[in-house]
Structure formats: structure tokens, C-alpha cells
């Protein structure tokens, strides 16, 4: 029988929770991963899955980039990255990689935060730095193929014992069990009315071409990326937000070979093979709360999470599960 104190429901130590997750992009499979993980019965509802959610068009580079508030994401960024470094050399998860990449500033900044938590960062010396630039860092960080990640995701999600149903969820409140998990992206803007939430599109394209390292300008009004993989380098990009369009835009693609060219000269437009295009779902800050909704149900909200959903994807999901074991164990 359930007991409550402080209004959360008291299930004893052994408890197993019957947990309902909205979405199937990666903060979903990867909190759905975590909570099967921790021996709750998971199942989620989803409208699409891999390859037809945004995280299958991240690029997707490990960077802290368009989500907040830092204290939080700083720290979220951190637990993601030893997670995937994990992955990668403990369980052999190839579509994972370890890249070098230079970030160019038009001026002098201090370190990011989240410099301090990871192996390799170092200022550039000045003859590293391109031209127009007056200032720059080297980072090494996890570089993920969606495209084998997703569907990993999904495959240790499903040998976890976990659910999958496709279908679009109309409320929270309709979903079934002890307790919902909204991982529903943009979404959220139907889902939960929540008008903080917006789409800032990005447009890429896809290269057969390595650069060597990677470079950066991740100011959002310049954004230019070339994020080396084994199998393209992605070329980036743009960040228009309040933009719902989600068809190729020659322009833009055009606008992107440019600035890319503006840091990497050597590149071949003769060895371009695709453009791709996504929402990225972006909010002041990463909604991750939970709430009790009026019919007494609880969710624990984790979405809204910018150009750094891969980014944070761990250590979102670690949080929720922490969440559920400390407030509703
Ligand atoms: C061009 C581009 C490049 C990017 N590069 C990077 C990068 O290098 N590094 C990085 O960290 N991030 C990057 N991002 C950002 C990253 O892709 C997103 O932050 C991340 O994918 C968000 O994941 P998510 O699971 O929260 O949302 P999504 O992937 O959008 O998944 C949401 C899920 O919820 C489901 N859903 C929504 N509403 C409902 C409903 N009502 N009922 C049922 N299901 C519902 C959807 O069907 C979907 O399955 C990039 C994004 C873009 C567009």
C-alpha cells in the first residue's frame, strides 16, 4: 500500500515503479536506460523514433553549447562526458570518439566552467589562432555518429527489458503507472503549454573530407563547426531561432560552406554527401523539475535541453533516476 509524506508517495526500499517515459530521442532512451537500470519496469511512449527524432541530426560533438543555467549544465556536461568516454573504452561502443577540436574567440574570454572537469584543455598559442580571431582553446572530446548511436540506445534500452510504443502522448495525465517521465523535446511546447520553449533551427552538411581537428565558432550569431567523424565531417552551421522550417535551404548551405572555409580553406565541395536539417528544442533553461499534476499523478519533467541534448544526455538521466530514488523510493 502506498504511503504519503511530504506529498511524495513512500514505496519502501525494494520498491519497483511502473514508470511511463514521453519520448524516444536521447534524453529519453537514456533516462529510460537509467531507470531500467535501477529496477523500475519502463516503458515509453513515443511518436517517433530513430531516425526521426532531432537527436538524430546532432552533429554531435560533446559541448555545453545553448543550455542553462551553467551551474547545473556544467555539471550534467561533466557526468556525460566520463559516461561516453566509458562507453567507449569499457564496452566497446565504436560510434564514439575522441577528437581534438579548436575553439576560436574574437576576444579574450575566461575559461568555460566546465574546462576544469575535463582531461584536456589548453589556451592557444598565437600562432594557432586563426585570422579575425584574437584568442582560442583546445579541448579533446567525445565526437558520437547518431545514426549507430540512436539505434544502440534503443537496442540496450529494449535488452533492458524496457517497452516502446509508438504513439502520441495527448496529456500527461493520460499515461499509465506510478509515475511519468516527460522526455519530449519540443514537444513540450503542445504537450505541457509551455511557451518558454522554442525551436532554434540548424542546418548541416555532411562532408567526406577529415580536417584533422576540429574548429569552432560557437558564437550563435557566427556558429561555424567542423566536427570530424569516422565516417563525414559535419559542417556547421546555423542557430534561427523561433524558425519551424525544417526543409534544406540552398542559401543556408551555401552560407555554411563559406564560413567553414573561413577556418578550414582546405575543404572540398566536390566531397559533400548530404544536408540535413533540425530542431533544436531550446528554453531559457533545461526544464528539469518534478511537478504533481492535479490528478495527484507525478512527473518528472527533463527536456528543453538546446544545442547540448547528446551533451548533457547522462547526466540528465542520472538525475532523474536520483530523483526517483531519493523522492519516490
Ligand atoms: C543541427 C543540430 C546539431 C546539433 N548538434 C549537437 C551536438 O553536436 N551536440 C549536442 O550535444 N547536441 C546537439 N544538438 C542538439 C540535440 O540534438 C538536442 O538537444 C537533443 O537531440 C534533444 O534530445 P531530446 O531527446 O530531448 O529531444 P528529441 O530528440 O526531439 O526527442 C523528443 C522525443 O519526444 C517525442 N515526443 C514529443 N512530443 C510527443 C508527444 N506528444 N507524444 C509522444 N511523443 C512525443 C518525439 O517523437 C521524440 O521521440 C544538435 C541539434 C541540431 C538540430
Given amino acids: 500500500m502506498r504511503l504519503f509524506s511530504d506529498g511524495y508517495p513512500v514505496l519502501g526500499q525494494d520498491s519497483v515503479l511502473d514508470i511511463s517515459i514521453i519520448g524516444a530521442g536521447v534524453s529519453g532512451l537514456s533516462t529510460g536506460i537509467r531507470l531500467l537500470e535501477a529496477g523500475h519496469d519502463v516503458t515509453i511512449f513515443t511518436e517517433s523514433i530513430s531516425p526521426d527524432t532531432v537527436s538524430d541530426t546532432a552533429a554531435a560533438w560533446w559541448y555545453p553549447f545553448l543550455a542553462e543555467p551553467l551551474e547545473k549544465t556544467n555539471q550534467w556536461s561533466a557526468e556525460t562526458f566520463y559516461e561516453l568516454v566509458r562507453l567507449m573504452e569499457e564496452e566497446g561502443v565504436s560510434c564514439i570518439t575522441m577528437r581534438k577540436g579548436k575553439e576560436f574567440l574574437e576576444v579574450e574570454s575566461p575559461a568555460p566552467g566546465w574546462s576544469k572537469q575535463i582531461p584536456h584543455f589548453r589556451i592557444l598559442d598565437s600562432d594557432e589562432i586563426a585570422p579575425g580571431y584574437t584568442f582560442g582553446w583546445e579541448i ?160 518528472i519533467h527533463n527536456y528543453g535541453h538546446g544545442g547540448a541534448g547528446v551533451t548533457l544526455s547522462w547526466g540528465c538521466a542520472d538525475e532523474v533516476a536520483s530523483i526517483v530514488s531519493s523522492k519516490m523510493t
Fill in 140 to 299: 579533446e572530446a567525445p565526437v558520437i555518429e547518431m545514426h549507430i548511436y540512436m539505434p544502440w540506445l534503443m537496442e540496450r534500452f529494449e535488452s533492458l527489458g524496457g517497452d516502446l510504443r509508438i504513439t502520441k502522448v495527448g496529456s500527461l495525465e493520460e499515461l499509465p503507472g506510478d509515475l511519468v517521465v516527460n522526455c519530449c523535446g519540443l514537444g513540450g511546447k503542445e504537450l505541457c503549454q509551455d511557451d518558454d520553449l522554442e525551436p532554434v533551427r540548424g542546418q548541416i552538411v555532411y562532408v567526406e573530407q577529415d580536417p584533422g581537428f576540429g574548429r569552432f565558432d560557437q558564437r550563435p550569431e557566427s556558429l561555424i563547426y567542423t566536427i570530424p567523424r569516422r565516417d563525414v565531417t559535419v559542417l556547421g552551421g546555423t542557430a534561427q531561432r523561433g524558425d519551424w522550417d525544417e526543409t534544406i535551404r540552398e542559401e543556408d548551405t551555401e552560407h555554411i560552406l563559406d564560413k567553414c572555409e573561413s577556418l578550414w580553406p582546405e575543404l572540398d565541395r566536390s566531397k559533400i554527401v548530404g544536408v540535413a536539417v533540425g530542431l533544436r528544442p531550446s528554453r531559457k533553461l533545461v526544464r528539469l523539475e518534478i511537478e504533481k499534476l492535479a490528478s495527484g499523478k507525478f512527473v
